[in-house]
């Protein structure tokens, strides 16, 4: 990229710190250091206000640049992520999202152990929600990194590596100062930013093709070099038994797993009502629908006009489609539009990489010293000094992420999350679900639930071609793959739920009905809520 686009792309990046970090300083301004204002914000927020930090929290770096490659590459298969993820907010709005603003406080453990013994479920509990937010925030370093590297030509790995260490500085930066109500409020900004970068250019590529979508697919379909089998379903997931299967784990895992990801359910209690919850749910669907269509519309542009070798030659996984499609739409790499559309673009992902990597550490921190660290020191753990481990937390989990982000440069950001889609869906959903609805359900089948799902999705990773045993992998030069699938939702999902019913029937412990008839009538009229 030419000198013009670094210093505008970078003028526009440095704007948007100095914003949030004003935000953050804001904030942590006019706070009192309680957990409540730490973790939810003080409650304050409207619907509408948490509507767009739900969508801004969820329209990450994976979806912004991820799924939008993967359509350039792989056309009709790359779709499933935007239908996924779309669909998954059916499963949110009608299952979880006001019976846990009804039964929590902070994190997903306070819904289960309302009616379990506290410490091994809040333990199991907390484990899993920093696993999944791990893998999570691992997608949005390789994001900022792909990024960086297309801003500086694809020539500076320690670009890339400082970076990958300075989102991280920053993430911790804004969690630690500023809680709940900074992260919210730059969820907010980013989301409107967002949002308007991507109707700027769905508008620019219909105008391109005269508003004709046929045409847009056709196009599309010419330059991908596959013809019609762009536009139909097994490019990437249809070459065998194999594939096919991987694509179903994907479709289950995307499904299943919003409503299990500890960031989007730490959303529902910056909230004062349930109600307003729901409402919440609501204002994020319209928004998040509307980018997911446009993603595809951005996709299918991509493979028309930049073309697919193109896309691939900047990154292999696609992560730099959307920013290369502004350059071409605004006239090209040598145009004043150009220049300036590139860089807003650029600017516009980078803000989003930064406020999700918030969202997701603010709410790992909070599993941390809420769940973890009050189990194991449930008598000395004071509110204030709970939210002080909380900001110790947010610096370790980003330590890690950065480090697992600089190993996993190389793969598509999408495909990462739908890694942490499948963890989320097999550790948390099912102990979530079997605690709100199953009145049988025992402390050793929530456990149980939680590490039956949580254990196998990491080991059957570990032991998949994402891994080892392809050139793709992130370990090419050796091969310990014995799991044929690049998701695990298909075996480790299942396992789950069957792991939560077996350790219910084998317990000798004897559920609660009165807990469980208590906790029936606060998840669904509210009384007694936080």
């Keep these: 990229m030419t000198g013009n686009h670094q210093t505008l792309a970078l003028l526009l990046f440095s704007a948007f710190v100095a914003v949030t970090l004003a935000i953050t300083t804001w904030v942590s301004r006019n706070r009192h250091g309680s957990a409540e204002e730490f973790y939810a914000g003080g409650r304050l927020f409207s619907p509408m206000e948490n509507g767009f930090a739900i969508a801004g929290d969820y329209m990450s770096a994976a979806s912004f640049l991820g799924i939008s490659g993967l359509i350039a590459l792989f056309g009709y298969d790359g779709m499933l992520y935007s239908v ?14 006001e019976l846990v603003r009804n039964c929590g406080r902070f994190t997903l453990a306070d819904v289960v152990a309302a009616r379990m013994r506290e410490r091994p479920v809040r333990i199991a509990a907390g484990t899993s929600s920093v696993t999944v937010s791990v893998l999570y925030l691992v997608a949005q370093m390789v994001g900022a990194g792909s990024l960086v590297a297309l801003l500086l030509g694809g020539t500076s790995e320690a670009a890339q590596t400082w970076t990958v260490i300075g989102v991280g500085a920053l993430m911790v930066i804004y969690v630690s100062m500023g809680g709940m109500r900074a992260t919210t409020w730059i969820q ?29 697919l056709l196009t599309a379909a010419e330059r991908s070099g596959h013809g019609e089998k762009f536009l139909a379903p097994g490019l990437k997931y249809g070459e065998d038994w194999t594939a096919r299967f991987d694509f179903m784990s994907l479709g289950l895992a995307l499904v299943l797993g919003t409503a ?88 516009i992902a980078f803000a989003t990489i930064l406020a999700v990597v918030a969202g997701i550490t603010l709410a790992s921190s909070a599993s941390v010293a809420h769940d973890l660290y009050a189990s194991l020191r449930r008598r000395n753990a004071k509110p204030r000094s709970e939210v002080a481990v ?67 999705a990491v080991v059957l990773v570990l032991l998949s071609p994402v891994v080892s045993g392809s050139p793709a992998s992130l370990f090419p030069g050796v091969d310990f ?50």
Excluded: C
């Design 84 to 97: 996924g993820f779309l669909v998954a907010w059916l499963v949110v709005l009608f299952l979880v999202a």
């Design 188 to 216: 907010i900004v980013k989301a409107v930013l967002l949002l308007s970068g991507t109707i700027v250019l769905t508008v620019l590529v219909l105008v391109r093709f005269h508003g004709n979508f046929d045409q847009l």
């Design 260 to 347: 299990g990801l500890p960031h989007i359910l730490s959303r529902f209690y910056t909230v004062p009502t349930a109600r307003a919850a729901r409402r919440s749910v609501v204002w994020s669907i319209g928004l998040i629908g509307g980018f997911y269509l446009m993603t595809i519309v951005l996709g299918f542009g991509a493979a028309a006009i930049v073309g697919p070798e193109a896309v691939r030659g900047s990154n292999a996984a696609g992560n730099t489609a959307v920013p290369l499609l502004a350059l071409d739409l605004g006239g090209g790499a040598d145009s004043t539009g150009g220049t300036v559309l590139f860089a807003i673009v650029a600017a």
């Design 390 to 456: 909380a900001r110790l937390a947010a610096v370790g989990i980003g330590v890690v992420a950065i480090g697992l982000g600089l190993l996993a440069r190389d793969l598509n950001v999408a495909f990462l999350v739908g890694l942490a889609f499948a963890v989320a869906a097999s550790a948390n959903l099912p102990v979530l679900l079997y605690s709100l609805f199953w009145p049988g359900f025992t402390t050793r089948g929530a456990v149980w639930a939680v590490y039956g799902g949580l254990i196998p």
């Design 481 to 530: 793959q014995f799991f044929p699938l690049q998701n695990p939702g298909l075996v480790s999902i299942p396992l789950g739920f069957l792991a939560g019913w077996l350790g219910t029937v084998t317990s000798a412990e004897v559920a609660d009905e009165a807990k469980h008839a208590e906790t029936e009538v606060r998840s669904l009229t509210g009384a007694g809520a936080a």
